[in-house]
């Protein structure tokens, strides 16, 4: 049985991932595909689009064998903690060869190099000078990592500007730290760039990306005609997604505009002290610019500093949100798994033989199989989905649906 992994967000699933599904297939010879997925928000610090099962289910729809879910504590992380938890995550599974991702150079050797790289100069006092000096003199963090990358060895800081190879310079990070038996491998990323929103060339040949698929969902206020996002959805999970705006059942960062300004005046010096991420830098400039709030994305802008990324500022207002307090775990002590095709039985008995990990497929289940540090993790991921949840109704005027009771996807 040959097994590949794949981490996402599929915020939301479009082309490029179902392609992305059938050549990991094609090039790693994998039986089976499991999908290590992002829940209710994600790594740019926003909810996702769609809800974590319906997101899901298209996955499924489109060629994946078996989707686990990313606790919410690594899946709104930086590039580091978020490869670092899921590659730990597929590792200890036990049963999986290779994992497949896309970058923009589609090298995994030359990744692979610069990830070897990057982990020597993690450890360096002379590259950390180097990067603390270029924040000094105006770069922001990844412009001034870059540059003393490229320092100490020539062509690899280039790698360091885009977004895609960042996380699979992580991954292959990941993967080293761990000695891990699984092997990577890169594709080529077809179509628009990462944040491109314009569809209007788009060939047949080339896929969109999420985040244009976001913007112009926000655009249109999630009236997008059917027709037009046929270019862009595959058939297969088009249906599930027409339905999801259909009913409006979809979220935009604007959800979090009153809550979080609700949460933020609830906390001072001494409560944003104990969220473990924060910076003292950051915790001033949101003491000091509260009362200018006017909605998430507003702020996020206003916080902006040039060492201080606007990703990184959304995920720490998030876990403000989501009020995050306790310290991560190192790696992910569980496998939650968030739905399966029928024909995937075979491959849940292997998880279950060789895992070193529990898997649950019953949410009731975890109180049972995980000790206190997993737990936890499991508790802090489920009340994420019951706020998310809570968004959604507020918007749909649907009945709420606890997490505890919310059934697995399968197909």
Same mark, same amino acid.
């Given at each position: 049985? /040959?097994?590949?992994?794949? !981490?996402?967000?599929?915020?939301?699933?479009?082309?490029?991932?179902? =392609?992305?599904?059938? /050549?990991?297939?094609?090039?790693?010879?994998?039986?089976?595909?499991?999908?290590?997925?992002?829940?209710?928000?994600?790594?740019?610090?926003? #909810?996702?689009?769609?809800?974590?099962? $319906?997101?899901?289910?298209?996955?499924?729809?489109?060629?994946?064998?078996?989707?686990?879910?990313? #606790?919410?504590?690594?899946?709104?992380?930086?590039?580091?903690?978020?490869?670092?938890?899921?590659?730990?995550?597929?590792?200890?599974?036990?049963?999986?060869?290779?994992?497949?991702?896309?970058?923009?150079?589609?090298?995994?050797? @030359?990744?692979?190099?610069?990830?070897?790289?990057?982990?020597?100069?993690?450890?360096?006092?002379?590259?950390?000078?180097?990067?603390?000096?270029?924040?000094?003199?105006?770069? +922001?963090?990844?412009?001034?990592?870059?540059?003393?990358?490229?320092?100490?060895?020539?062509?690899?800081?280039?790698? &360091?500007?885009? #977004?895609?190879?960042?996380?699979? !310079?992580? =991954?292959?990070?990941?993967?080293?730290?761990?000695?891990?038996?699984?092997?990577?491998?890169?594709? @080529?990323?077809?179509?628009?760039?990462?944040?491109?929103?314009?569809?209007?060339?788009?060939?047949?040949?080339? &896929?969109?990306?999420?985040?244009?698929?976001?913007?112009?969902?926000?655009?249109?206020?999630?009236?997008?005609?059917?027709?037009?996002?046929?270019?862009?959805?595959?058939?297969?999970?088009?249906?599930?997604?027409?339905?999801?705006?259909?009913?409006?059942?979809?979220?935009?960062?604007?959800?979090?505009?009153?809550?979080?300004?609700?949460?933020?005046?609830?906390?001072?010096?001494?409560?944003?002290?104990?969220?473990?991420?924060?910076?003292?830098?950051?915790?001033?400039?949101? @003491?000091?610019?509260?009362?200018?709030?006017?909605? &998430?994305?507003? &702020?996020?802008?206003?916080?902006?500093?040039?060492? !201080? $990324?606007?990703?990184?500022?959304?995920?720490?207002?998030?876990?403000?949100?989501?009020?995050?307090?306790?310290?991560?775990?190192?790696?992910?002590?569980?496998?939650?798994?968030?739905?399966?095709?029928?024909?995937?039985? #075979?491959?849940?008995?292997?998880?279950?033989?060789?895992? +070193?990990?529990?898997?649950?497929?019953?949410?009731?289940?975890?109180?049972?199989?995980?000790?206190? $540090?997993?737990?936890?993790?499991?508790?802090?991921?489920?009340?994420? +989905?019951?706020?998310?949840?809570?968004?959604?109704?507020?918007? $749909?005027?649907?009945?709420?649906?606890?997490?505890?009771?919310?059934?697995?996807?399968?197909?």
């Amino acid at each position: 049985m /040959k097994v590949t992994g794949i !981490i996402a967000e599929y915020n939301p699933f479009h082309k490029g991932h179902a =392609y992305h599904i059938q /050549k990991a297939k094609e090039l790693t010879g994998a039986d089976y595909i499991i999908v290590v997925m992002s829940g209710d928000f994600t790594q740019r610090g926003m #909810p996702a689009i769609l809800d974590k099962y $319906t997101r899901a289910r298209m996955a499924l729809a489109c060629g994946a064998d078996l989707v686990l879910e990313l #606790p919410v504590r690594f899946a709104c992380a930086s590039a580091e903690f978020f490869a670092g938890g899921a590659v730990s995550l597929l590792d200890r599974l036990g049963v999986v060869d290779s994992l497949c991702f896309g970058s923009e150079c589609g090298d995994a050797g @030359l990744l692979q190099k610069a990830a070897s790289v990057l982990a020597e100069a993690e450890a360096s006092e002379s590259f950390r000078n180097t990067l603390r000096e270029g924040i000094r003199n105006g770069l +922001s963090f990844p412009a001034a990592r870059a540059k003393a990358l490229e320092m100490q060895e020539n062509g690899i800081g280039e790698l &360091f500007t885009l #977004p895609n190879n960042i996380l699979g !310079i992580e =991954y292959c990070k990941a993967l080293l730290r761990l000695n891990s038996r699984i092997l990577p491998h890169a594709l @080529l990323r077809k179509g628009c760039g990462y944040h491109d929103t314009d569809f209007s060339l788009l060939s047949d040949e080339e &896929f969109p990306s999420a985040s244009g698929i976001r913007s112009l969902m926000k655009k249109s206020e999630g009236t997008v005609q059917s027709a037009d996002l046929s270019r862009l959805i595959p058939s297969a999970s088009l249906p599930g997604f027409l339905d999801s705006l259909k009913k409006g059942a979809w979220l935009s960062d604007s959800a979090l505009d009153l809550p979080l300004h609700y949460k933020l005046l609830l906390e001072s010096e001494e409560t944003l002290k104990m969220y473990p991420e924060l910076s003292d830098a950051l915790i001033r400039r949101i @003491l000091k610019s509260r009362n200018q709030y006017e909605g &998430f994305s507003q &702020f996020a802008d206003l916080l902006k500093t040039r060492d !201080i $990324t606007r990703s990184a500022i959304c995920r720490s207002l998030v876990r403000i949100f989501l009020d995050q307090k306790t310290t991560a775990p190192g790696h992910i002590p569980y496998a939650r798994v968030l739905g399966f095709q029928k024909n995937s039985a #075979p491959l849940l008995s292997q998880i279950k033989k060789n895992s +070193s990990i529990p898997l649950i497929t019953k949410a009731a289940d975890a109180s049972a199989i995980l000790d206190e $540090t997993a737990l936890r993790l499991f508790n802090e991921t489920c009340a994420a +989905s019951n706020l998310y949840e809570m968004l959604l109704c507020h918007k $749909t005027g649907q009945p709420f649906i606890h997490e505890m009771k919310k059934p697995l996807r399968i197909i």
